[in-house]
């Protein structure tokens, strides 16, 4: 399934690390499981800022052997002074969340029909 919402990483304290889609790795909760997380130390409640300070992951460097999709989000920045923000993406593009894009995004549409007017007025 494809996933809609994003979150745009500021200082990482709002972000889910494990169930959130802030990267374009997906959710890592897809990579990595609960035992293994648990095993590492964290919980599933974890924050990315809870996982990653001085411009370093605080996860095992066995992960990035064993799991080399890890490697993308090496070049991740959080930025103090900016907090995590919830997007929605569509397609290529992200947009600041509201329920209007969303509802737009998902409903059918069809092309409106000349005598609709007629059928439905105020």
Same mark, same amino acid.
């Given at each position: 399934?494809?996933?809609?919402?994003?979150?745009?990483?500021?200082?990482?304290?709002?972000?889910?690390? #494990?169930? *959130?889609? /802030?990267? %374009?790795?997906? $959710?890592?909760?897809?990579? &990595?499981?609960?035992?293994?997380?648990?095993?590492?130390?964290?919980?599933?409640?974890?924050?990315?800022?809870?996982?990653?300070?001085?411009?370093?992951?605080? #996860?095992? *460097?066995? /992960?990035? %052997?064993?799991? $080399?999709?890890?490697?993308? &989000?090496?070049?991740?920045?959080?930025?103090?002074?900016?907090?995590?923000?919830?997007?929605?993406?569509?397609?290529?593009?992200?947009?600041?969340?509201?329920?209007?894009?969303?509802?737009?995004?998902?409903?059918?549409?069809?092309?409106?029909?000349?005598?609709?007017?007629?059928?439905?007025?105020?």
């Amino acid at each position: 399934m494809r996933k809609f919402i994003w979150s745009e990483i500021g200082n990482g304290s709002a972000t889910s690390a #494990w169930f *959130d889609t /802030w990267s %374009d790795v997906g $959710p890592l909760d897809q990579i &990595l499981s609960p035992r293994v997380i648990a095993n590492a130390g964290f919980n599933m409640d974890s924050k990315v800022s809870d996982i990653y300070s001085d411009n370093s992951w605080r #996860w095992p *460097d066995a /992960w990035r %052997d064993i799991y $080399p999709v890890l490697i993308q &989000l090496d070049q991740l920045s959080l930025d103090p002074n900016k907090s995590d923000k919830l997007m929605w993406r569509q397609g290529d593009y992200k947009h600041d969340f509201s329920s209007t894009r969303a509802w737009d995004s998902i409903r059918h549409q069809e092309v409106e029909i000349d005598w609709c007017r007629i059928v439905w007025f105020g």
